[in-house]
């Protein structure tokens, strides 16, 4: 059965999630959560949450990158969270998944849409390093998602299908970390997307601000393919959004059929949507209204016309009803739409409902023209009652309890994962008078942990040789309290053991790698002027040799991030496993792989089976965000050959590692991809200037370049085979085409 997965901004969102359909819901806490707008959960939230709803899913979200001094403080924050009720764990870094496999084995591991995976290669790699689930990145079609799930049957699928869409691959966004300092890898997106940029003549227009998806139509297909999960966007957004999109999509998914779910779907997008769109699942070729290029914010429904206007007042034709307060939106037309909102004032002062059909006349603070269309943008009465968390009981975790009976002496021992503590209680006391009394006095001792967020689960062993104790039920209590107190404390001194060896582990491994060749060199050095100006060759058909830097006697190839295999059903072999077999065979120096997706990885692996005579290293680049020493020693345990890491923006703001022998940096004017899209803005005509429209416009092979502006800031558009890279002008003309020695 498939899942329908919906976003927990906040207790009372997951709690309308719930209640209205979703079978889980995923979440983040007040820490390392890549939505830092949102309000979150507190760890007492997350249990009143996991008490009010036993039989949901909790999906915790850790997905943003954690810097070394932070890792400590990550691992102690999941303890508690599973110990609260995580049923998964949605993660972007890869230090954090080895920390949670190392530290809870049995937590299901979800790779995060951070991770931008793709292809079957990257998932497949994903499914190696222990993840159970992928959510798949939103640019993926159908076609690509049926043969990701053709290849990898055991691997669980998660698919978007209603919200906001970046512009960017998600994770490989670097716009709002390299423009405004705020990592959108760590919850502090400035939306670079969504605002306006302008061409030569000063023309303006919101060029890469996409559409919101609604896959409504895709759902039973989703469904056929096998996908186990279908995820709503939307952890900013209010309660009220949270229930309606997913009474709707529950409609859906028990069997509605779409257009008696019309009304449905309308209170859905009243509730938070721009227009909207099929996103990328019709496939390369077929999309339609991915990008608005006139306003970049929400538009609700259609809800009137504009009949005539005078004398302050407008008459209108209504086409939905309208009540007295609703709040309207309507725009006046120019090249970026200029948004007027007002809240429907009547006329007539006893009316305050306008029916659909019906006319009448409304105050607007200017008078727009014949024809304009009026969007219903909220409604008076659409606030839900709150929802209150403390109302909730709190959820205790279960806890293994014995009490043990034996040589006149009471032991207490409870076992939490791999930590055990034991506690002997001297005592004498009189056989008892009634068999089963020292069980029953027992059990409601013991019944709970006091003011510990623990359910005891108890056992009572009697050695056959003692008669039934009496002990009297004060006692035990005291017995009961006293090993709480000693408990809590003995397992928070072991979790802190097994967090610090765990991070002294990672931080040897990490100082113990030798001093590279390549310390002292930037990521400049490894680009070609031939690249176009990015930072990797596009295609590895027709390099050689001589197209690669030569950096200290090694020719250097770093990997573009982003390629769709979609002919690929199967996990065979990476396509670019016999081109670099080619390359080598052809170099007469030793190649330095540089890997920048999960799908890189995959291809490694396959390299390092080939058992080849000729020399390669690898290295890890900006894509795969290397900011902690558990995610290097996650990395270099699965590839020995790993040699050295690119610092991106992340980590050289957090001034890891203090000492560069493992790493490389970027330069200010490094030409690092602010964005990389699938989405093209000559297809979608969002470039300034250029109208409306759909389809292309011209027959540019997959291939053009554009040049736009925003306050004085220059930046190039760079499309190869129809994938578009954004970057700042004054990065793109820094490449270096000088072999360095």
Excluded at 537 to 554: R, Y
Aim: overall charge neutral; charged content about 20%.
């Amino acid at each position: 059965m498939s899942e329908l997965l919906a976003p927990g901004g906040q207790f009372a969102s997951a709690f309308r999630a719930f209640e209205n359909g979703a079978d889980a819901v995923y979440l983040g806490l007040s820490q390392f959560s890549a939505r830092k707008g949102a309000v979150n959960f507190s760890l007492e939230d997350l249990r009143r949450l996991r008490g009010a709803f036993p039989e949901k899913s909790l999906h915790l979200a850790l997905n943003t990158l954690v810097s070394e001094a932070q890792l400590a403080q990550a691992a102690s924050l999941l303890l508690r969270a599973v110990d609260a009720g995580i049923d998964a764990l949605i993660v972007q870094d890869a230090g954090i998944a080895d920390m949670a496999k190392e530290m809870v084995p049995h937590l299901p591991l979800h790779a995060s849409t951070q991770m931008a995976i793709h292809d079957v290669f990257g998932a497949k790699d994903a499914y190696d390093r222990g993840f159970s689930r992928v959510v798949l990145a939103r640019e993926c079609s159908l076609i690509e998602i049926r043969k990701i799930r053709e290849a990898l049957p055991s691997l669980e699928l998660e698919v978007f299908v209603h919200g906001a869409m970046c512009f960017g691959f998600s994770g490989l966004c670097q716009a709002s970390q390299a423009l405004l300092g705020r990592s959108a890898n760590r919850g502090g997106c400035g939306q670079i997307c969504r605002t306006w940029f302008e061409n030569a003549q000063g023309e303006k227009a919101y060029t890469f601000s996409q559409n919101d998806l609604e896959a409504a139509h895709h759902i039973l297909e989703l469904q056929s393919l096998g996908v186990e999960s279908f995820k709503i966007e939307g952890r900013m957004k209010s309660p009220e959004y949270t229930g309606t999109v997913c009474q709707y999509y529950r409609s859906l998914l028990d069997g509605q059929s779409l257009p008696s779910t019309k009304d449905l779907g309308e209170e859905a997008a009243l509730r938070f949507s721009r227009n909207q769109s099929l996103g990328w699942f019709p496939g390369k070729g077929k999309t339609k209204n991915l990008i608005n290029p006139q306003y970049p914010g929400a538009t609700g429904v259609k809800a009137a016309t504009v009949l005539s206007s005078e004398g302050g007042w407008t008459r209108i034709h209504a086409t939905r009803p309208l009540l007295s307060r609703d709040g309207l939106l309507w725009f006046q037309e120019g090249a970026l739409l200029e948004p007027h909102r007002n809240p429907v004032v009547f006329r007539e002062k006893k009316r305050h409902e306008l029916k659909a059909g019906e006319k009448a006349w409304i105050r607007l603070d200017t008078e727009p023209e014949p024809g304009t269309v009026l969007h219903l943008l909220s409604k008076s009465d659409g606030k839900w009652p709150e929802v209150n968390a403390s109302s909730y009981p709190l959820y205790k975790t279960p806890l293994p309890l014995i009490l043990s009976m034996k040589d006149h002496a009471l032991t207490i021992t409870a076992k939490k994962g791999s930590f055990c503590y034991t506690q002997v209680h001297g005592a004498s006391w009189e056989p008892a008078q009634q068999i089963g009394g020292f069980h029953r006095a027992a059990q409601k001792a013991f019944s709970s942990a006091g003011p510990l967020p623990y359910q005891p689960q108890l056992a009572v062993e009697i050695s056959v040789n003692e008669p039934e104790p009496f002990i009297p039920p004060k006692q035990l209590k005291k017995f009961r309290q006293e090993f709480f107190e000693r408990f809590q404390q003995a397992y928070e001194e072991w979790t802190h053991q097994q967090i610090e060896a765990y991070i002294k582990d990672c931080q040897t491994m990490f100082a113990s790698h030798s001093s590279s060749p390549w310390k002292g060199y930037a990521r400049d050095h490894f680009i070609r002027a031939e690249w176009e100006g990015l930072p990797f060759p596009l295609s590895l058909q027709s390099l050689v040799p001589q197209d690669l830097p030569l950096v200290e006697g090694m020719r250097m190839l770093p990997l573009p991030p982003v390629n769709f295999w979609s002919l690929h059903t199967v996990v065979d072999e990476h396509p670019w496993l016999r081109e670099i077999q080619r390359i080598l065979q052809d170099s007469s120096e030793p190649l330095a792989i540089g890997l920048n997706n999960p799908s890189h990885l995959f291809l490694a692996q396959q390299l390092i089976l080939l058992d080849l005579p000729q020399k390669f290293v690898f290295f890890l680049d900006y894509g795969l965000y290397v900011v902690n020493s558990a995610a290097w020693k996650a990395y270099k345990k699965r590839l020995p050959q790993l040699q050295f890491f690119v610092r991106c923006r992340e980590a050289q703001a957090d001034g890891w590692p203090p000492h560069h022998d493992v790493s490389v940096d970027m330069s200010p004017q490094f030409p690092l991809p602010l964005f990389i899209a699938r989405t093209c803005p000559l297809r979608h005509h969002s470039l300034p200037g250029m109208g409306s429209g759909e389809g292309c416009p011209a027959d540019c092979g997959g291939n053009y370049e554009a040049h736009l502006s925003q306050n004085g800031q220059e930046y190039r558009i760079i499309t190869r085979q129809c994938l578009t890279y954004v970057l700042s002008s004054s990065q793109s003309s820094s490449s270096r085409d000088e072999n360095v020695r």
